[in-house]
């Protein structure tokens, strides 16, 4: 039995934008003691469906700008919270912390609602393990919407901007998640930054947030780096469906040096929308992307 903390619902009180009813799963097949939060909403026979998975350090709160554009066009929107985020279990060792820990719940998360025709929507950690779940499923999958993020195949240099990054999360057990937004999202509210530390009430519950800068494939003998090799094998061989990648350029980690070894891996991925006065968390700019991205998909 794993042993994790559960952040108290009081925390998630008058989210600032954030209407959604949380819903809850414990019953992921290999997760069965742990609990699952995700967003559900739209239509639940819609045949379009988002799939949302966010990265480090944030939760599902990042994608609030999004879910009411995927809304208005009819999809169904999923967004879960990886286990040690948001409203999900914290496990406190950090040995359960894997790349292939995180990546089989968020095959399970799929299978378990059935989700189908799914437009994958992802940044950072979304994108570095779901962007090897359509090998595994691909009749599961037709779109891929992409935001600074990596196959990490440990082929290539990771950025220095990288290196920096998770040198310091080592060095700051206790990070203010908050304060690291609003210094990379400057439009970021007070209270916006505030529902950002709302999952972590004290050091204890960031286990997660200090464990995945070092779970990252950085090289070739790394978990995970064999996972992301076959995944990029799989997009240049198989790969059909339509893709829209959007940078924001003001990114250190995985900015445009990274997506555009990103790009190359994905037949057909247009040019870019670039976002100059963007970071990082580009779904802070999220309306502007769904909007290009919708129109280029012509939906």
């Not at 950025?159 to 057990?173: E, L, M, Q, Y």
């Not at 309306?287 to 919708?294: H, W």
């Amino acid at each position: 039995m794993v042993e994790a903390l559960r952040t108290p619902d009081v925390r998630f009180e008058n989210l600032p934008n954030f209407p959604y009813e949380p819903n809850y799963t414990e019953s992921l097949k290999g997760y069965e003691n742990l609990r699952m939060h995700y967003i559900d909403v739209g239509p639940k026979n819609s045949e379009e469906v988002a799939f949302c998975p966010h990265g480090q350090p944030t939760w599902s709160y990042l994608y609030r700008k999004m879910i009411p554009i995927f809304l208005a066009k009819g999809f169904r929107i999923v967004v879960p919270d990886f286990f040690g985020f948001g409203r999900s279990d914290k496990p406190i060792k950090k040995e359960i912390y894997t790349f292939d820990f995180h990546r089989g719940s968020l095959i399970e998360i799929i299978k378990h609602l059935d989700l189908k025709n799914i437009t994958l929507c992802c940044q950072d950690w979304g994108g570095i393990l779901g962007l090897t779940l359509p090998m595994e499923m691909p009749i599961r999958f037709k779109r891929l919407i992409l935001m600074n993020t990596t196959l990490p195949t440990g082929e290539f240099e990771p950025s220095r901007g990288f290196i920096a990054f998770r040198d310091w999360v080592n060095k700051t057990p206790d990070m203010d998640v908050g304060r690291l937004l609003m210094r990379a999202t400057p439009n970021l509210t007070p209270e916006e930054a505030k529902a950002y530390n709302a999952p972590f009430p004290d050091a204890h519950y960031k286990v997660g947030v200090r464990m995945f800068p070092n779970l990252v494939p950085i090289s070739k003998h790394m978990p995970g780096a064999n996972i992301a090799q076959k995944a990029r094998d799989w997009f240049k061989k198989q790969w059909h469906g339509e893709s829209f990648m959007a940078i924001g350029m003001m990114d250190p980690v995985l900015g445009p040096p990274v997506m555009k070894i990103l790009r190359k891996m994905i037949p057909g991925c247009p040019k870019p929308l670039r976002i100059k006065e963007a970071g990082h968390f580009l779904q802070e700019w999220g309306d502007i992307v769904l909007e290009k991205a919708f129109e280029y998909f012509k939906l």
